[in-house]
Structure formats: structure tokens, C-alpha cells
């Protein structure tokens, strides 16, 4: 029997994760879990200072995203998870045999605008620069798909769940 899927949502912030990830979670009924609220709160401080997170500030916190994971895995339970992964090594960290990555993909202007717009997220624009440099996009080896950010998330969410043959799961 092979492992429940889990979906990584992952890009830089304000593409629009949060939302494509409770849509999925809505039409397929899986636990979704926002990856920002497993930040430890010296990083949440540390950003919303508008201070780039270091890879050892994020390896704590990849590790939390991938011991949920596991969680999923050892209940046999598909799931949703947001969390940036920009860099292939800190996919490799998250990596599993069920673990797809949906790298929501688009123009950093478009990001900027949205961030500039939405309200209570600890993320200051200003950090959107640094996550667009650190930037590796997903290989062909990897299990992934990419997601364009200028389709409603309605679509985005469908384009998921159909690409991955979710519906109906």
C-alpha cells in the first residue's frame, strides 16, 4: 500500500500558499497546516524586524514542517503543509516518497503588490527581494509541479488537485 499524498505549498511569501492550501484543504477534506505558525518566535521577531532569515535560522523550523510530515505519514493521512522551501536543500529536508512540491511560480511585482495589501502578516515586503534571490526552483528530478500566481486561486486549486488526480480523494 503506498503512503497518503502530502502537499508542500511552497514559494516565496505572498504567493499565495495560505489560500490555495485551505482551498485544497476544503475540497479534499485533509489536515492543512500554515508552515508560518510552526516559526519559532525569535524568527517571526526577527522578520517582522525586516531581517532575512539565515539557514540556521530556517533548519529549526524545516524541521518542525517535516516532523508534521512525518505525523501524516505515521497516521497514514494525506495533508497540506505551506512552507517557502526555496532552496533545494532545505526541500531535501522535507523530501519524502509521498511528499509532492507545488511551487507557486509568478512575477515578484505582482508579490510586492500583494503584500503591500494584505494586513497582520508578520512578513515585511521589504524581505520579498532576499526570498526571490534565495530562489531555487524545483529540478525535473524533483516531484513537482509549478502553479502560475496570475490564475484566480479557484483555479490554482483545481490545477492542483486535477494535475496530481486528487478529486474525489
Not at 507545488?102 to 510586492?112: E, H, L, S
Request: aromatic content about 6%.
Amino acid at each position: 500500500m503506498s503512503a497518503s499524498p502530502i502537499l508542500v505549498l511552497m514559494g516565496p511569501s505572498g504567493t499565495g500558499k495560505s489560500t490555495v492550501g485551505a482551498m485544497l484543504s476544503g475540497r479534499l477534506g485533509w489536515p492543512f497546516q500554515e508552515g508560518d505558525d510552526l516559526h519559532p518566535a525569535a524568527n517571526v521577531e526577527k522578520m517582522r524586524r525586516g531581517h532575512a532569515l539565515t539557514d540556521a535560522d530556517r533548519i529549526p523550523w524545516l524541521e518542525l514542517v517535516a516532523a508534521w510530515i512525518d505525523e501524516r505519514r505515521a497516521a497514514g493521512e494525506p495533508g497540506i503543509v505551506t512552507c517557502s522551501a526555496l532552496k533545494r536543500s532545505y526541500r531535501d529536508i522535507l523530501r519524502r516518497d509521498n511528499v509532492t512540491f507545488v511551487n507557486f511560480t509568478g512575477d515578484a511585482a505582482v508579490v510586492r503588490d500583494r503584500m503591500m495589501r494584505r494586513q497582520g502578516h508578520f512578513m515585511p515586503p521589504a524581505l520579498l527581494d532576499s526570498q526571490f534571490a534565495t530562489l531555487e526552483a524545483p529540478g525535473p528530478d524533483e516531484q513537482a509541479i509549478d502553479i502560475d500566481i496570475a490564475l484566480p486561486p479557484e483555479d490554482q486549486a483545481a490545477l492542483v488537485a486535477s494535475a496530481l488526480r486528487l478529486e474525489g480523494s
